[in-house]
């Protein structure tokens, strides 16, 4: 599976929601809608009025306030009874009426309350044990991905009616002084049950019901966001080198950034800060050069809303949906959802996600990474996120890119939007030691190396500091410093870096072919003629796919990758075992769930994408009788106009 940064978190088969049951309105979706009408507006309505007419204090005072202060509780007893940081959340910011607590939150409230009660007497436990009931029943019911039966639908509904008039009873014995508004919501329960069961949904009542299970979905999507926090450190490198850490927060360090358009252009700027400038008619742009960190930041966002820190100002937003240029099996908004949220798959239709997207109560922010590795599937879906932005002001969106892609955006931006550009300049050199200090002791867990490591780093020249201004290059320095110090010492340059790390993987590389081979490549040469010839198609490979501006090796570059593996009479290695050791070292892996479920080979990193692409010229220029242009003008077939229009993607690669 996939090793990359941004590894696709629960791909599903895209296929299944474009078929003519996402797109039409069946009486089995109907019915499950009537349902879903039902517990809004009957279920969740019967919890607040229990909670209101149960809780022994007034609407201006919250549980929190009323379990530490009036019942003398302490903090850590309101988390542990809280437990869930999201309902504590939600208590500390909402109106402490409970007004817009959802049934889940409601039920907790009244568990706790009864808590606080003491011994609870008969009417209490059954108030209490149907209210969990109803709560559950919304629970269950939002996660059913099958449609209902009229019959079942019918059966649904008197379920939760009986159950709500069981709780209102239950709750007049408790409460006899709140009969007035005991009796008037029974009331509402009835009426409610026999319109909803009678007449037809309206189309408000249609897309409320849309939205609120899309917003029931949240909790377990931000579960499933939190594997944005567990951070691979050189996730390019293939073995026993990766390590993955639980919590982004060990290592990150806020980058440099500067905004370069505005009313006060070249100011720096708090990465905390980011999020909070996406405005209401722009498009927030973050641009880089290659391992600046802009990925990084992605992936701090969506730990920090997904964890709910909110250091980064996220917590206002109902959904923050990752999108990646390079993937090419996502073209619309509608399938990207389904993507992330795989549930809505048979509940609701393109329209229906676009007309929940456009709701003002939907805060959504699109953060798009890798504009420089878009191809037509992905602009299809980027043009869609420009579209819905533009007449949506609670859409933000935020684009990550390299700077020779700024001006495309700003040439083919919609019209009614403008470009906040920010610029990510790199870690500042007060930090760098403690970012060093963070990856090589989460590397290598040997503070005496940690230590020679910040020394050696404060030794160094300002001119050689700037090297380390990328934390790409930092991270690779913490690596390399683990495996041979020396080497390190010896390098000035980016290059110099790729070099030794490739260096240190055909080392690694080597000896795994010797032992599982018993020893076959005893004779160095042998090994260094087959990674030679396979470094030759990786690097003419990553030339093509820069011409791409695609980070994957095409269909024509994997056949020719396996050819060097071919006909090797390697003892315990076939061809397909050679070849994954092979692109272990070189390349990543991943596989794309789409109709044929194929393997795809990407560049492990856009730096290393240029590092390949720029061996692979020198290794022509050193053959003879060649210029640069030359092989650029040979990559587009000599056509002189794609050659003129395409020269400035290669400027990292000339450099």
Request: charged fraction near 30%; hydrophobic fraction near 35%; aromatic fraction near 8%.
């Amino acid at each position: 599976m996939s090793n990359t940064l941004f590894d696709d978190i629960n791909l599903v088969v895209i296929n299944e929601c474009k078929g003519a049951s996402a797109n039409i309105i069946d009486d089995e979706r109907k019915n499950k809608l009537k349902v879903m009408t039902a517990l809004d507006t009957i279920a969740r309505p019967v919890m607040l009025t229990t909670y209101q007419c149960y809780k022994p204090f007034d609407n201006l005072k919250s549980l929190k306030d009323y379990f530490i202060t009036d019942k003398g509780k302490t903090n850590k007893e309101y988390k542990r009874v809280v437990n869930e940081k999201r309902y504590r959340d939600e208590i500390a910011t909402a109106d402490p009426s409970g007004a817009k607590y959802d049934s889940s939150l409601l039920n907790k409230c009244i568990i706790v309350l009864q808590g606080l009660d003491g011994p609870a007497d008969k009417d209490l436990v059954n108030l209490v044990s149907k209210c969990q009931d109803l709560a559950n029943k919304r629970n269950s019911f939002a996660h059913n991905l099958s449609g209902v039966s009229k019959t079942n639908m019918e059966t649904e509904i008197n379920d939760i009616k009986t159950l709500s008039l069981d709780i209102l009873a239950c709750l007049e014995i408790k409460r006899p002084g709140k009969s007035i508004e005991i009796s008037d919501m029974r009331t509402k329960v009835k009426d409610r049950v026999k319109k909803i069961l009678e007449q037809p949904l309206t189309k408000d009542e249609i897309l409320k019901a849309h939205l609120n299970f899309l917003k029931d979905q949240t909790v377990s999507y931000k579960k499933k966001c939190e594997k944005f926090g567990k951070l691979n450190i050189l996730d390019f490198l293939s073995g026993d080198d990766r390590r993955q850490l639980d919590d982004i927060n060990l290592v990150f360090t806020e980058a440099m950034i500067e905004q370069s358009k505005g009313l006060a252009p070249n100011t720096p700027v708090d990465c905390k800060d980011i999020i909070d400038m996406a405005k209401e008619l722009n498009i927030l742009l973050l641009d880089s050069e290659p391992g600046g960190g802009k990925s990084t930041i992605m992936q701090y966002c969506m730990n920090d809303w997904s964890k709910g820190r909110y250091e980064m100002k996220t917590g206002h937003f109902t959904y923050i949906f990752p999108m990646f240029f390079r993937n090419k099996h996502v073209s619309s908004v509608g399938d990207l959802i389904r993507k992330w949220i795989p549930d809505i798959k048979t509940n609701m239709s393109d329209s229906d996600i676009e007309e929940c997207l456009k709701d003002p109560s939907m805060n959504i922010l699109f953060f798009c990474d890798g504009l420089d590795e878009r191809n037509d599937q992905s602009n299809k879906l980027f043009e869609e996120i420009c579209n819905l932005k533009e007449n949506n002001v609670h859409i933000k969106v935020v684009v990550t890119a390299r700077p020779e892609s700024v001006p495309k955006l700003n040439n083919e931006k919609p019209k009614g939007l403008i470009i906040d550009h920010l610029k990510v300049k790199g870690v500042h050199e007060n930090k760098r030691p403690d970012f060093l200090m963070k990856y090589h002791g989460q590397l290598y867990n040997n503070p005496e190396s940690t230590d020679e490591l910040i020394t050696y780093y404060k030794s160094i020249s300002a001119r050689h500091k700037d090297l380390y201004r990328l934390p790409l290059n930092l991270v690779i320095l913490a690596y390399l410093w683990g495996k041979d110090k020396d080497t390190v010492k010896s390098i000035y340059s980016a290059s110099g870096l790729y070099i030794a790390t490739l260096k240190t993987l055909k080392g690694k590389l080597y000896e795994r072919i010797s032992e599982k081979s018993r020893n076959y490549y005893t004779f160095k040469n042998d090994f260094d003629e087959l990674t030679g010839n396979f470094e030759e198609k990786v690097f003419t490979a990553s030339l093509n796919a820069l011409k791409c501006d695609d980070m994957s090796i095409d269909k024509k570059g994997i056949d020719t990758l396996r050819s060097v593996c071919r006909n090797k009479e390697i003892p315990n290695f076939d061809e397909v075992t050679l070849l994954e050791e092979l692109k272990g070292a070189y390349l990543l892996s991943s596989v794309e769930l789409n109709p044929d479920v194929v393997e795809s080979l990407e560049i492990p990193h856009k730096g290393y994408l240029d590092f390949y692409a720029a061996k692979c010229i020198a290794n022509k220029l050193t053959q003879g009788g060649t210029r640069v242009k030359d092989i650029l003008l040979d990559l587009y077939d000599n056509d002189q106009s794609q050659y003129d229009s395409n020269i400035s993607k290669f400027q990292n690669v000339l450099q």
